[in-house]
């Protein structure tokens, strides 16, 4: 059987903060406020895992008033959640996650947040898909105020 897994993240975008996504610096005058490193992306996966396996979600695993999450880095994350997943009998089969973000354009930096992604979950790049978007001036991403991301996950089970 297969089950899937939806996540969403958004974060205030402050200046002098480091945009990190998906574990990759991206460079920036402006990075994700947040008690952890803010990756979004990260954040979106691990949801999107945990969701899979219906095992709550990312604040239940690691709650923002835990001083132990404080500018932690969220590959830890979603290891954890991976590891959930793999504990309940299952393996990843894709990824398809999309960032908005007003800028910096995310297109250079693509490949490279695949690359660290797929290697983090431990599966082929082909099975990782990272789209980026802008807001088109429009809402709280589009006014670079903030830097959101969505991410699909599909578990199959192993044989
Ligand atoms: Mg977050």
Redesign the pocket.
Known sequence: MNRIGFGT?I?RLEPGRPMVIGGIVIPSAFGPA?HSD?D?LL?AVTDALLGAVAAGDIGSHFPDTDERWRGADSTRFVLEALSLTRERGYRIANVDATIDLESPKLRPFIDAIRARVAELLAVDVDCVSVKAKTGEGLGPVGSGSAISATAAVLLERRS
Request: no cysteine; hydrophobic share 15%; net charge negative.
């Open positions: 993240d974060h947040g803010g979004i954040h």
